[in-house]
């Protein structure tokens, strides 16, 4: 499909951003007629004044590559694969990050949520799931809320899915991404559950996973890393989701899961 022209992604990420022209044109220093201008395509704006405006409109770097190739220019971002010889170093920081929180579960993925890499504690949450939604690329909300998934296992089911899924919703508002968006619409399609559980040590602080699993029921609280100053497309969108114990006790049982 044919990009859209310059102007119309502009207005687009403008409107997400729930921005007036006035607002964008006073915050990126440009005179409202000139960026009515830009928008209409009757103007071309330098490579460096369309940057500053996507710095204003936050602009993912996927979509700032896109910007720039409709405005005639070159992409200022690459995009390389995590097991690429140039990404060895950061490949080598993720697995380390994952290594290290052993016992306890540890996964990275990418924009769309499929597990580019795990440490050996998820082996917990696969003997829960159907193997075949194992099959690459993995995706981990399917995993979680699908029937054959985690879903039947979650205690607390009805509350997790709505924190999954607000958290999808901010990050599709956050980069508008067609692959996210039909991410979205398949897990809303998966039964819901009508639980009402809301107790746990987190309760009031984080939104808990709550799993029942063949030992014993075990609590977690997560955590998300990112890269603070990526200037590659792969290691802007690489996120890892890091599972800690909510409680004594389901910290107790999972040391004993590592050990047996």
């Not at 729930?18 to 607002?23: F, G, I, P, T």
């Amino acid at each position: 499909m044919k990009p859209a022209p310059l102007g119309e992604q502009l207005r687009e990420w403008r409107v997400r951003r729930r921005m007036s022209q006035m607002d964008l044109a006073l915050d990126s220093e440009i005179s409202t007629r000139h960026l009515s201008f830009i928008e209409t395509g009757r103007s071309r704006p330098s490579a460096a004044m369309l940057q500053r405006i996507a710095d204003c409109l936050e602009v993912p770097h996927r979509a700032r590559n896109a910007l720039l190739l409709a405005g005639g220019y070159a992409p200022d971002f690459q995009e390389r694969a995590l097991d690429s010889e140039e990404m060895a170093g950061m490949k080598a920081i993720v697995e380390h990050v994952l290594k290290g929180h052993e016992p306890y579960p540890a996964i990275a993925v990418d924009r769309h949520w499929n597990m580019i890499a795990a440490n050996d504690a998820v082996e917990l949450l696969i003997r829960l799931a159907a193997p075949e939604l194992f099959e690459p690329p993995v995706n981990v909300l399917r995993v979680a809320l699908h029937p054959r998934g985690l879903a039947p296992h979650i205690v607390n089911h009805a509350e997790w899915r709505a924190h999954l899924l607000e958290r999808l919703d901010h990050q599709v508002d956050a980069s508008a991404d067609a692959g996210l968006i039909a991410l979205r619409e398949e897990l809303a399609a998966y039964p819901a559950s009508a639980d009402a559980h809301h107790g746990s040590a987190a309760n009031g602080i984080a939104v808990p996973l709550i799993l029942d699993t063949p030992l014993g029921e075990v609590r977690f609280v997560s955590t998300v890393t990112i890269f603070g100053t990526p200037v590659d497309i792969t290691l802007s969108e690489l996120a890892i989701e890091a599972f800690f114990p909510a409680d004594a006790e389901s910290a107790a049982l999972l040391q004993r899961m590592a050990g047996g």
